[in-house]
């Protein structure tokens, strides 16, 4: 699972007021800058058949690590404990399912056009909402944040305020009995919001609600402020901020 540093007391003050807050690049010491000039006047002297061109990048410390990166740590982890026979995926980040498609034969649907990536990738073009495949069709359905975008039109999709609602509904239906959902979301302790058209931001109880009749396997939270899972009570409650949920849940 991703780990990080821990955030300044400043920053997660800003981001209680709906500051984002992003961390700004290190000075570049005076070592690495004499380094770096040995180093090109060397490669200069001995180009080794390359063209060489000055083109510095200082990228050293910590790993960094983004929200993007536990939502799918989430979803690995829940993946490969089932190791699900047949893989639905739902508008997750490209380059998580171009990783998933290394060891799974994968069915993805989304509403904007894409080739297959590899022969193990069967690629749906439609909407969340209504998929038109057949019902009890998955042992898993896995969608990393793309819940909130659904009916709001930034991709394409028609505007339609309860799409998210019957796509959920629309998940379920295409579980088989037993079948998993993974999927993660933007969450808020605070008044639940919708930024048209970028995104909602759901509160627990209301994600609770649209899940209603599966049964919860396990639910973690992600907190920018902190950039790290973390428990209900610090998940964001400011003004238009949000966090990340990811749930798995079981159909009966
Ligand atoms: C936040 S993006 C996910 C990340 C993005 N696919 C990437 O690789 O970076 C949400 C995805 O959901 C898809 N999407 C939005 N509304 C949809 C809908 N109503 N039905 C199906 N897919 C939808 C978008 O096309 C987009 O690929």
Request: glycine share 8%; charged share 25%.
């Amino acid at each position: 699972m991703p780990t990080s540093a821990p955030v300044h007391p400043i920053n997660r003050l800003l981001s209680r007021l709906g500051i984002r807050v992003t961390r700004s690049q290190p000075p570049i010491p005076r070592e690495f800058m004499e380094g770096y000039r040995r180093a090109l006047d060397e490669l200069k002297r001995s180009p080794g058949g390359f063209d060489v061109h000055e083109e510095m990048w200082y990228e050293t410390g910590e790993h960094p690590a983004r929200y993007t990166d536990f939502e799918a740590a989430f979803a690995a982890s829940h993946i490969s404990r089932l190791d699900p026979a047949s893989i639905l995926d739902i508008g997750s980040y490209r380059l998580f399912i171009l990783g998933l498609l290394a060891n799974y034969r994968v069915t993805t649907l989304d509403v904007r056009r894409r080739e297959p990536a590899t022969p193990s990738e069967t690629v749906v073009t439609g909407d969340a909402k209504d998929s038109g495949l057949p019902d009890g069709s998955f042992d898993a359905v896995v969608s990393l944040c793309a819940l909130e975008h659904f009916g709001l039109g930034r991709y394409g999709d028609e505007f339609d305020p309860v799409a998210d609602r019957k796509a959920l509904a629309e998940m379920v239906r295409l579980l088989k009995p037993g079948g998993h959902l993974i999927f993660t979301t933007h969450i808020t302790r605070g008044r639940p919001a919708i930024g048209f058209n970028a995104h909602r931001i759901y509160s627990r109880e209301m994600l609770h609600e649209r899940c209603a009749g599966l049964a919860l396997v396990e639910e973690r939270y992600y907190s920018h402020a902190l950039n790290r899972y973390c428990s209900l009570e610090e998940v964001t409650d400011a003004p238009r901020v949000w966090d990340v949920y990811c749930g798995c849940w079981q159909k009966p």
